[in-house]
């Protein structure tokens, strides 16, 4: 039974992950000047570590995973309050706990457990009852409890991330579209309250953002700094190793936030356009994925990690071409960072359990 189930797991998904990791730990590679260490040899042992975690889940028994997934989502949000008690404070933020010698930021898992929750909310209720607001309520609980508490960490990116994750959900479960024109108003509305709400700081990157030129030294300078090394790779790059921006020194956080940054410098707009496309790629594969399924709870499931997926990428090459404010978003399976790699690597091997379900299924079928 297990060697059947391996032998039908989608094997383009997984080359598409092993992919995008090799080419992160490229990047990683250049940015630590043509070391393995401090950053790629973890980096690929971690990819690979997470890798057979997800595989392990995708041959677990869906129904299993559908049981207790309200489990795992109290339990997601139960290290996202633990932060407040045994929280470790790093970059300004109190945004990981440790945990067996690591440190673990629960609000990316906490992305994988609300697509969960909202799946497994959507699966049971019906159709009908989709329209009414009174089903909203668990649906906003799932979202709302933890974009406030990511808030309060305070981690802005994050947070606007999980709002954007739930709103999408929500629209693909078939919430009328009246209910998100009502949210837009009462959000921009809202602006004043989040701008007093949020840290000094992370409204100076908003008003860099907009003229970053105003304060070239200070708030303006990563933004500065990265579209100068963009603009510098031009159409075919400086080549592997040969970025100035990054080995003077110009370039920050070039292992994590701002790596699509130095990819861009050393290999120029095609480089970048080629990650993209893998990204498109692998988010596509997941689209069809849920498209597929012949259950509600996988078909969410799928489509809501396609669109955390994307909502990652469109958010961190956003920020880094200048095209909205530096939130400290990483660029997933390519950027330095454990917790949001597990979670990426988690919701991955959902989605191979999802297309497996389908498979083993389908196969039983033609069988009778």
């Known amino acids: 039974m297990i060697i059947n189930k391996i032998k039908n797991l989608n ?17 990683l590679y250049s940015a630590a000047d043509g070391s393995y260490s401090p950053w790629t040899s973890k980096h690929l042992f971690r990819f690979y570590f997470f890798l057979f975690i997800a595989i392990i889940i995708s041959l677990m028994d869906l129904k299993f995973i559908y049981k207790y997934t309200y ?7 139960c290290l ?25 930021q629960p609000s990316e898992l906490i992305k994988v457990s609300i697509i969960l929750a909202l799946a497994k909310f959507y699966h049971e209720i019906k159709f009908q009852h ?73 409204r100076n990157r908003i008003i860099s953002f907009l003229n970053p030129e105003s304060d070239p030294l200070g708030q303006g300078y990563q933004l500065i700094q990265s579209k100068i090394a963009l603009g510098s790779g031009g159409a075919y790059g ?17 292992q994590t936030d701002f790596i699509f940054t130095l990819i861009g410098e050393e290999f120029g ?38 669109s955390n997926l994307f909502i990652y990428v469109i958010m961190n090459v956003a920020m880094v071409s200048g095209l909205m404010p530096i939130v400290g978003i990483p660029l997933p399976l390519i950027s330095y960072g454990g917790s949001a790699m597990l979670s990426i690597m988690l919701s991955m091997g959902l989605v191979l359990n999802v297309d497996l379900n389908y498979n083993i299924k389908k196969l039983n079928n033609a069988k009778y």
């Open 269 to 306: 707009f095609i480089g970048t356009v080629f990650i993209v496309i893998l990204f498109i790629i692998l988010i596509t594969v997941c689209f069809y994925i849920s498209i597929k399924s012949n259950h509600i709870y996988g078909s969410i499931l799928s489509i809501g990690v396609a």
């Open 80 to 104: 996202l309050l633990s932060i407040e008690l045994f929280g470790v404070l790093g970059k300004g933020a109190t945004r990981w706990i440790r945990m067996f010698g690591f440190n673990l």
């Open 11 to 27: 094997y383009l998904l997984i080359f598409l992950l092993i992919l995008l990791s090799f080419i992160g730990a490229a990047g």
């Open 130 to 202: 989709i329209k009414k607001i009174i089903y909203l309520f668990f649906p906003f609980l799932f979202i709302f409890l933890p974009f406030l508490l990511v808030l309060m960490q305070p981690d802005l990116g994050t947070s606007i991330s999980i709002l954007f994750l739930g709103i999408i959900i929500l629209f693909v479960a078939g919430v009328m579209f009246w209910k998100f024109v009502l949210g837009f108003i009462i959000s921009i509305l809202s602006v004043p309250i989040l701008l007093n709400i949020i840290e000094p700081y992370q």
């Open 71 to 77: 489990v795992f989502f109290i339990l997601s949000l």
């Open 238 to 254: 400086k080549g592997f190793l040969q970025g100035t921006q990054s080995y003077l020194e110009f370039l920050p956080e070039k």
